[in-house]
């Protein structure tokens, strides 16, 4: 988008004519695909409550939302089909590559809302004092930078203040790239109105409490039209996996109250017809009798008949029997476990904490309750550094083997993880790669054709097993056909 950036001019407002008004913004995604699993901009929304609790009036323009029913009469009957469980396509509009892409052989693309109809509905806003903008994969930072040009050419010389996951693992490329007037690290809340002071000069100066329960919860009910919702009962990892930024992200490890938890998903499934809920806990599981299973037991009391999800990778060792049947009966129906790798000595290094023999016991107690296994998919981890071949077919063979489907993740480096620096340390990328280059779907590719060809294989492997566990076939079991794919795996294996 080619955005004609202008001068900044003196921030001034009339602090007594208005009550101060504040335009949250989630972008576009850019990428190579991208797909709606109930995702809204939960920093945001948490913020837009704080902000209206003491007096700011708040304007939200989620370009994500595929339920808004202006853009649903943009966007014509072709993205008006959903799919299971309320999830779907984002409409998509293909763009140039970036030119740290230009060798990737697929169309890149914005996806969300198109263009002209960001435009009219900012057009059609009321100026606002400041604008918050939100950003989460740092590889999706073209997308924020085009946003903010954007939001200048309409509301020009109010100040755009950049926050989110890329603003905190990236703020000095964010400051230098997206070019907002404030980068904020961290926990919005917390640092929100000292940042706009610097603006609005009678913006109150609270103490912002750190249990989450004394702060108010998201605010949903700025959506014209409420489908699907994401709940967070905690915030941060008490773990430190190796491939994970979720402690540089949040401050330490907190959590809701089951009860407050409860009464949420109460008055959006009672008042706002919501049927969708998806657990994005890092540690949902984590000291299960004081949290999550009291939870459950809240949900199945007060009769919410709606479903639940769980996109982030559940613990399977602490799914025991109680657990499991408690799940079923709450209406949980997308289970996501989490397994990385079968090899040991990764498994450790990782800090990983789920083994083949957990994930085994977890799939045989879920089953026990009533969970069909070709209902539960367990993530396997592919092209971390220096991993071998070997490594990642047999953590697939050993998911397959349980009758459950194999859902791939492929690396990405993120910035300040052990992972990170070991692909350094490797010189599998350079210090000063472009972050583009850490999209997972691009990462692979960097590393050669070679490795680009294998991981394409290993989708494809993925897809024949996860073909075969739906048709109730064994593939490790059925001698015939566990030689034919033996065979496969050894064309695999000559790639190396």
Same mark, same amino acid.
């Given at each position: 988008?080619?955005?004609?950036?202008? @001068?900044?001019?003196?921030?001034?407002?009339?602090? !007594?004519?208005?009550?101060?008004?504040?335009?949250?913004?989630?972008?576009?995604?850019?990428?190579?695909?991208?797909?709606?699993?109930?995702? @809204?901009?939960?920093?945001?929304?948490?913020?837009?409550?704080?902000?209206?609790?003491?007096?700011?009036?708040?304007?939200?323009?989620?370009?994500?939302?595929?339920?808004?029913?202006?853009?649903?009469?943009?966007?014509?009957?072709?993205?008006?089909?959903?799919?299971?469980?309320?999830?779907?396509?984002?409409?998509?509009?293909?763009?140039?590559?970036?030119?740290?892409? /230009? !060798?990737?052989?697929?169309?890149?693309?914005?996806?969300?809302?198109?263009?002209?109809?960001?435009?009219?509905?900012?057009?059609?806003?009321?100026?606002?004092?400041?604008?918050?903008?939100?950003?989460?994969?740092?590889?999706?930072?073209?997308?924020? /930078?085009?946003?903010?040009?954007?939001?200048? =050419?309409?509301?020009?010389?109010?100040?755009?203040?950049?926050?989110?996951?890329?603003?905190?693992?990236?703020?000095?490329?964010?400051? /230098?790239?997206?070019?907002?007037? +404030?980068?904020? =690290?961290?926990?919005?809340? +917390?640092?929100?109105?000292? +940042?706009?002071?610097?603006?609005?000069?009678?913006?109150?100066?609270? @103490?912002?409490?750190?249990?989450?329960?004394?702060?108010?919860?998201?605010?949903?009910?700025?959506?014209?039209?409420?489908?699907?919702?994401?709940?967070?009962?905690?915030?941060?990892?008490?773990?430190?996996?190796?491939?994970?930024?979720?402690?540089?992200?949040?401050?330490?490890?907190?959590? /809701?109250?089951?009860? @407050?938890?409860?009464?949420?998903?109460?008055?959006?499934?009672?008042?706002?017809?919501?049927?969708?809920?998806?657990?994005?806990?890092?540690?949902?599981?984590?000291?299960?009798?004081? %949290?999550?299973?009291?939870?459950?037991?809240?949900?199945?009391?007060?009769?919410?008949?709606?479903?639940?999800?769980?996109?982030?990778?559940? !613990?399977?060792?602490?799914?025991?029997?109680?657990?499991?049947?408690?799940?079923?009966?709450?209406?949980?129906?997308?289970? %996501?476990? =989490?397994?990385?790798?079968?090899?040991?000595?990764?498994?450790?290094?990782?800090?990983?904490?789920?083994?083949?023999?957990?994930?085994?016991?977890?799939?045989?107690?879920?089953?026990?309750?009533?969970?069909?296994?070709?209902?539960?998919?367990?993530?396997?981890?592919?092209?971390?550094?220096?991993?071998?071949?070997?490594?990642? +077919?047999?953590?697939?063979?050993?998911?397959?083997?349980?009758?459950?489907?194999?859902?791939?993740?492929?690396?990405?480096?993120?910035?300040?993880?052990?992972?990170?620096?070991?692909?350094?340390?490797?010189?599998?990328?350079?210090?000063?790669?472009?972050?583009?280059?850490?999209?997972?779907?691009?990462?692979?590719?960097?590393?050669?054709?070679?490795?680009?060809?294998?991981?394409?294989?290993?989708?494809?492997?993925?897809?024949?097993?996860?073909?075969?566990?739906?048709?109730?076939?064994?593939?490790?079991?059925?001698?015939?056909?566990?030689?034919?794919?033996?065979?496969?795996?050894?064309?695999?294996?000559?790639?190396?």
């Amino acid at each position: 988008m080619n955005f004609q950036p202008l @001068k900044f001019s003196k921030f001034s407002f009339d602090f !007594h004519t208005h009550k101060h008004r504040i335009l949250l913004v989630n972008p576009w995604i850019y990428d190579f695909a991208a797909y709606d699993f109930w995702i @809204k901009p939960l920093g945001l929304l948490y913020l837009a409550s704080l902000l209206r609790q003491y007096g700011f009036e708040v304007i939200l323009l989620d370009c994500l939302d595929r339920f808004d029913p202006e853009y649903l009469a943009f966007v014509g009957p072709r993205y008006q089909k959903q799919k299971r469980f309320h999830t779907g396509k984002f409409y998509r509009e293909v763009i140039p590559k970036p030119f740290p892409l /230009r !060798h990737i052989p697929r169309q890149y693309g914005r996806y969300g809302w198109p263009v002209e109809l960001v435009q009219r509905k900012l057009r059609q806003m009321p100026q606002p004092d400041a604008i918050l903008v939100t950003s989460v994969m740092t590889y999706w930072y073209p997308a924020a /930078r085009d946003m903010v040009q954007l939001l200048r =050419s309409i509301f020009p010389g109010v100040p755009i203040i950049l926050g989110g996951i890329y603003a905190t693992l990236c703020p000095e490329h964010a400051e /230098r790239v997206v070019q907002p007037d +404030v980068v904020v =690290s961290g926990e919005g809340e +917390v640092s929100i109105f000292q +940042v706009l002071r610097q603006f609005i000069p009678d913006v109150p100066l609270p @103490k912002i409490a750190d249990g989450l329960d004394a702060r108010p919860n998201a605010a949903y009910d700025l959506y014209p039209q409420l489908v699907t919702m994401p709940i967070l009962t905690s915030r941060g990892c008490p773990y430190r996996c190796s491939f994970c930024a979720s402690f540089l992200v949040a401050k330490g490890y907190r959590r /809701r109250s089951p009860e @407050k938890v409860v009464d949420e998903i109460e008055y959006y499934y009672r008042h706002h017809g919501v049927r969708n809920f998806a657990f994005y806990d890092d540690a949902l599981l984590l000291r299960k009798h004081k %949290h999550i299973i009291p939870i459950l037991e809240g949900i199945i009391s007060r009769k919410i008949r709606a479903n639940f999800h769980t996109p982030n990778g559940l !613990h399977a060792r602490e799914i025991d029997v109680e657990l499991a049947d408690k799940m079923f009966r709450a209406g949980v129906k997308t289970i %996501h476990l =989490s397994f990385e790798t079968a090899n040991p000595q990764r498994l450790q290094d990782m800090n990983s904490k789920v083994t083949p023999d957990d994930l085994r016991m977890a799939t045989e107690n879920l089953e026990q309750v009533g969970f069909q296994r070709k209902r539960i998919e367990a993530y396997v981890l592919v092209g971390l550094p220096g991993q071998l071949l070997e490594e990642m +077919v047999e953590s697939m063979l050993a998911v397959h083997r349980l009758g459950i489907k194999i859902r791939l993740s492929e690396f990405s480096p993120i910035p300040g993880t052990r992972e990170w620096e070991r692909a350094l340390q490797l010189e599998e990328m350079p210090e000063d790669a472009d972050l583009l280059l850490t999209n997972n779907s691009v990462y692979a590719i960097n590393q050669g054709t070679e490795k680009f060809r294998l991981i394409e294989q290993l989708r494809f492997l993925s897809r024949i097993l996860n073909q075969a566990v739906d048709l109730g076939i064994n593939l490790a079991n059925d001698s015939a056909l566990a030689q034919s794919i033996n065979r496969g795996i050894n064309q695999l294996l000559k790639l190396k």
